[in-house]
Nanobody
Framework: VQLVESGGGLVQPGGSLRLSCAASGFTFSSYHMSWYRQAPGKARELVAAISSAGGSKSYADSVKGRFTISRDNGQNTVFLQMNSLKPEDTAVYYC????????????WGQGTQVTVSS
């Protein structure tokens, strides 16, 4: 099982980034997918989630209207489009997969750093 995030980097406030998470080794379409982030000295927090078929999405209040989660089950990939980035969005962003049938079965990616700074 692998979840490989990409697309992080350094961006100025107000800028945009698109994160990708490529999945392999499991049946992607049978898993809900989500993005978490962890800033230095803070707990990991849920940023956005999408259901297995993509019909249901949810967002943390802090990113509503700025971030969009999507998935391509044909390409086994989940995305996070991040617009109007703020310095407080700086964190390591992690991809997470949770089995629809067995909720305790979860996988994590290694994370990708997002830094918002001028």
């Amino acid at each position: 099982v692998q979840l490989v995030e990409s697309g992080g980097g350094l961006v100025q406030p107000g800028g945009s980034l698109r994160l990708s998470c490529a999945a392999s080794g499991f049946t992607f379409s049978s898993y809900h997918m989500s993005w978490y982030r962890q800033a230095p000295g803070k707990a990991r927090e849920l940023v956005a989630a999408i259901s297995s078929a993509g019909g249901s999405k949810s967002y943390a209040d802090s990113v509503k209207g700025r971030f969009t989660i999507s998935r391509d089950n044909g390409q086994n990939t989940v995305f996070l489009q991040m617009n109007s980035l703020k310095p407080e969005d700086t964190a390591v962003y992690y991809c997470n997969a949770q089995s629809v049938e067995i909720a305790m079965r979860r996988y994590w990616g290694q994370g990708t750093q997002v830094t918002v700074s001028s």
